[in-house]
């Protein structure tokens, strides 16, 4: 389990990915701030405290890409948990973190900040 409590935003248009991903971060001790399945949700959820994302790159209203962008520039750390590839990412995300589904408890708690 986590030392510190993180405020966590969960996009992913899949909701039972979306549930299995609440668990485990759950589990771990983190608190999660929303769960959304497209990027126009996320944007208005952005507004919340958050503390880190886990952000699947296709969204129901298109990619996840400009919700990134819009953490990156709050400074606000994520990782994109998808099936695409990291190669798939736009150059300037490419440095995010990145968990390849399917994936397994223990990638998803390792790319989870640790204070």
Known sequence: MSDVSVRILIC??????ALDL??????DGHEVVGVCDSAAAASRLLATQVDFALLD???????SFGVAQ???????P????SAARPSDLPEDL???????KPY??????AALPRH
Not at 22 to 27: G, K, L, Y
Not at 104 to 109: H, P, Q, T
Request: glycine residues 6%.
């Open 12 to 17: 992913e248009d899949n909701p039972l990915i």
């Open 22 to 27: 609440q668990a485990i971060v759950e589990n």
């Open 57 to 63: 790159i296709d969204l129901t209203d298109g990619k």
């Open 70 to 76: 819009a953490l990156e520039e709050r400074g606000v």
């Open 78 to 81: 994520f990782a994109f948990v």
């Open 94 to 100: 490419r440095g995010a973190r990145f968990v390849a």
């Open 104 to 109: 397994r408890e223990d990638a998803i708690l």
